[in-house]
């Protein structure tokens, strides 16, 4: 079953691939997204308002061997 409202990927990227996974991101319109550091990778965190986008981005990261992409549900989005 798809979540309702905001979802996040949630991508583990090597350090050397960050800016490309970002780059990809971006072409799934999210509303936002952040690089932090955990070494040994770079956990790269996009939002969506739309989870099919979420998905196919999730998905493309992967296609492209970009690192491991999760889908999970925002439990705040901080507009209530």
């Given at each position: 079953?798809?979540?309702?409202?905001?979802?996040?990927?949630?991508?583990?990227?090597?350090?050397?691939?960050?800016?490309?996974?970002?780059?990809?991101?971006?072409?799934?319109?999210?509303?936002?997204?952040e690089?932090?550091?955990?070494?040994?990778?770079?956990?790269?965190?996009?939002?969506?308002d739309?989870?099919?986008?979420?998905?196919?981005?999730?998905?493309?990261?992967?296609a492209?061997?970009?690192?491991?992409?999760a889908?999970?549900?925002?439990?705040?989005?901080?507009?209530?």
């Amino acid at each position: 079953m798809e979540p309702d409202g905001w979802v996040r990927v949630v991508a583990h990227v090597d350090p050397a691939d960050a800016e490309l996974a970002t780059d990809l991101l971006w072409g799934f319109g999210p509303a936002a997204i952040e690089e932090q550091w955990q070494a040994p990778s770079v956990v790269v965190l996009a939002g969506f308002d739309d989870p099919a986008a979420a998905h196919r981005a999730a998905d493309a990261l992967g296609a492209r061997g970009l690192g491991h992409a999760a889908v999970v549900p925002v439990d705040d989005d901080g507009l209530d």
